[in-house]
């Protein structure tokens, strides 16, 4: 079993920033991370997209879903071992080396199988996955999965989810972060959201978001998209 299960959706920015700092941490400790499935469309089956979202966000939740019946048809074949560097593969391209829009006629270019196949490619994996795309057989896999995730938390949340030391340990949503910190701070921090979850009467910390994460998907320049800030005695300093 691993230290840690994370539930991500592919398309969440969030959850990716989240997981830069897991990966950071991880390399840190030692932790084992078992990357595991949540999907934004299915967690909003019930939703009406028109009332309650930008326009684009059900073509992009679509796409997410999408791409995470790929991954399972991937974690089927090849085991769970393989879902860690392909998350890392479409977060990259997704979030750190594109710029702009997704969307194109109300379609989200991220859950075609034109986006997949490189990816695929670039891991060695095989093209057939990409018939994974439009197989809803997979989205009771990907169901199962998307509510245990809401299970450790309640289901007034989103993406990530984070298990540490399952099947007794804490869970908890987010944290939400739209910085990466640097490697010290990253485990400080770890430290910090792992000694408070773990109080039994701890429900929410919350505070309105401040920034777009710093991603290059955002706007954020090359030099700009490696943002770490570390944090000293209670002042903060960027590291370019």
Known sequence: MADVNFYFDPVCPFAWMTSKWVRKVQAQRDYTVEWRFISLRLLNAHVDYDAQFPPEY????????????????????????????????????????????????????????????????????????????????????IQTETDEALSLTGRDVGTPIIHFEPPEGVAFFGPVISRLPGDDDAVVLWDHVIGLASFPGFAELKRSLREKPQLRAFGVTDGEAGVEEDWHGGSRRTKK
């Open 58 to 141: 059900e073509a992009g939740h679509t796409a997410g879903l999408r791409l995470l019946r790929a991954a399972a048809s991937i974690r089927r074949e090849h085991g769970p071992a393989a879902i860690g560097p392909l998350y890392e593969a479409l977060g990259t391209r997704i979030f750190d080396a594109h710029t702009g829009s997704y969307t194109v006629d109300a379609t989200d270019f991220r859950g075609t199988a034109e986006f997949l196949e490189p990816v695929l490619d670039e891991l060695g994996l095989p093209a057939h996955h990409l018939n994974a795309l439009d197989d809803a057989e997979f989205d009771a896999e």
